[in-house]
């Protein structure tokens, strides 16, 4: 069953901690499967894992890896925009959660 647009992501707990900096390197990188460049790119947010993997333009490696590590929040490094694969949606931080 997919969550409400307006409900929160019980995953957001396992995010680590995030810097915009910290994002806005990993965004000047390449995909750790394939090599892709942006920008498309995808940071995983599980806390502790540094891997930035492509998105559905390139081979889809953020997806698979989600899937394959159950890594389920990651950010688009371009747009910043966060997805959890397990709610199968968008989700959102409070401004505390990111500096």
Known sequence: MMSEPGSSCPHLSCIGEVTRSDLLLKS??????????????????????PYVGCGESYADHSTLHAQLKKHNLTVNLTTFRLWCYSCE?????????LS
Not at 30 to 48: E, V, Y
Not at 90 to 96: D, I, S, T
């Open 28 to 49: 000047k990188g390449t995909c750790q499967s394939c090599n892709a460049g942006g920008p498309n790119l995808w940071a995983c947010l599980q806390d502790g894992c």
């Open 89 to 97: 949606k968008e989700v959102f931080l409070e401004a505390r959660q």
